[in-house]
């Protein structure tokens, strides 16, 4: 009974207030650009058994965005390629890569940078690892200083990647900059401008 009351409630729910998946739609003229997904509010509401939760129906979602660590595709992927960066995967390596590497080398940064940089960034997913110390988590710190991934809503995360791509942090050749100092390594924004949260989600309260 509670799973027919749940799947009543949602569907009312959806039908009061118009909610949708963000950045996704139920169009099909695009199969190379889908993902099936299941879709509650079209299944048999009571049918109460196990395989009624199982079934999945036909509709078919368009991934229209895709975002993993900070920066890569807004920074290191030519604008051109955007489109094309969100419609990938995570493991979609060895078409992405080679770019983030190439735009690290066109400023005259040293290729052994740009690996470096491309094994971290690659796969373009954030990793975490549970079982570790929440301490050691940091966006790019994790992989550069014996971390554990993850990234802390504190992390500056443009700081650390400019400062990883153009300083001397990482290698003095080519340099632009100082770590984390002006002109380039930094976007003079040192935290941010409301307090988070210390219960579930964490972030700030919104600008109104």
């Not at 740009?114 to 994790?142: C, E, F, H, Q, R």
């Not at 003095?172 to 100092?181: E, S, W």
Request: with cysteine; charged share 15%.
């Amino acid at each position: 009974m509670w799973k027919t009351d749940a799947r009543l409630w949602l569907v009312a729910l959806a039908l009061a207030t118009g909610v949708g998946l963000t950045g996704c739609s139920d169009r099909t003229n695009d199969a190379s650009r889908s993902i099936a997904a299941p879709n509650v509010a079209s299944r048999d509401i009571g049918n109460d058994n196990e395989q009624g939760d199982e079934d999945n129906d036909a509709t078919i979602y368009d991934q229209t965005d895709f975002l993993g660590n900070p920066l890569v595709s807004e920074v290191t992927i030519a604008k051109a390629n955007h489109g094309a960066y969100n419609h990938t995967q995570p493991y979609n390596t060895a078409t992405f890569r080679p770019q983030t590497e190439a735009f690290i080398t066109s400023f005259g940064r040293p290729a052994a940078l740009a690996s470096t940089l491309g094994s971290v960034l690659y796969p373009d997913m954030i990793v975490v690892d549970p079982s570790k110390n929440p301490s050691t988590a940091g966006w790019l710190s994790w992989a550069l200083a014996n971390g554990w991934g993850g990234r802390k809503l504190t992390d500056d995360v443009v700081d650390l990647g400019l400062t990883a791509i153009f300083s001397s942090f990482l290698s003095p050749v080519g340099a632009l900059c100082q770590p984390f100092q002006l002109p380039l390594c930094t976007d003079n924004v040192s935290a941010n401008d409301a307090a988070f949260s210390s219960t579930f989600p964490y972030l700030a309260a919104p600008h109104t």
